[in-house]
């Protein structure tokens, strides 16, 4: 399978501790995008990448946030001391920038439950 | 700011009806359009993108999107809907391929079919 991966697909927490994901793209993508999305809304977006460059960040992404690429491949995302109003499905996608359309290819998510 | 606006929150059709799902769009230049599907618990599958040329696109599934500038809209449609196609339709808009690229997302549209 060539596409979009993201470990992993659940994750139960409880509140106050820190929690990791993974995200794989696709391999010759050069951008990497996180969303956020939260029930019964559309993703929103946190940050995106070119290679290992964090090159944009939403308002959305609180200190308690923080994105790496360090090798401008795969992606992870923490999010430390959560709380409860983290509770959404992470998704990540990943595009090529050289593309002449931003076609951006999605992963199946992680499902973050902070009880 | 760009903003999309899917002002059904859910539809219910028949096997075999039609359908059309509207979607309104704000951007400030030539925007870059799509269409996602999401199933339950599954990322985002793309449908059909426009960008330029023809304003009516044809995706997969047999969907297809008009894009009307005037009305600022880019309605998805399909002549028969099959019982498989019920899911979660998102609407997004982009920038320019190569600049900032994020996707904003509409809240979404779920649709039900009946028998």
């Known amino acids: 399978d060539t596409g979009v991966s993201q470990d992993p697909r659940h994750k139960i927490t409880k509140r106050g501790q820190n929690v990791t994901f993974r995200c794989d793209p696709i391999s010759e993508h050069n951008r990497l995008y996180w969303y956020r999305q939260t029930l019964g809304q559309g993703p929103e977006f946190l940050t995106y990448?070119?290679?290992?460059?964090?090159?944009?960040k939403s308002r959305l992404l609180s200190d308690r946030f923080s994105a790496e690429r360090p090798k401008g491949s795969f992606s992870t995302l923490e999010i430390q001391r959560t709380e409860q109003g983290d509770s959404a499905m992470y998704l990540c996608?990943?595009?090529?920038?050289?593309?002449?359309?931003?076609?951006?290819?999605f992963g199946p998510g992680t499902r973050l439950t902070v009880l | 700011a760009q903003s999309v606006t899917q002002p059904d929150i859910h539809i219910t059709v028949s096997e075999g009806a039609s359908l059309e799902l509207r979607c309104n769009y704000s951007y400030g230049a030539t925007p870059y359009l799509f269409w996602y599907v999401q199933s339950p618990g599954q990322g985002l599958q793309l449908l059909l993108k426009?960008?330029?040329?023809?304003?009516l696109v044809q995706g997969i599934k047999g969907f297809e999107a008009e894009f009307k500038r005037s009305q600022s809209s880019f309605n998805l449609r399909k002549p028969s809907v099959h019982w498989s196609d019920a899911a979660e339709y998102f609407c997004a808009v982009g920038a320019l391929a190569g600049t900032a690229s994020k996707l904003t997302f509409g809240t979404g549209t779920r649709l039900q079919v009946t028998l």
């Open positions: 426009y960008f330029s040329g023809d304003t």
């Open positions: 990448f070119q290679n290992e460059a964090q090159l944009e």
């Open positions: 996608a990943s595009s090529l920038a050289l593309a002449t359309h931003n076609e951006q290819f």
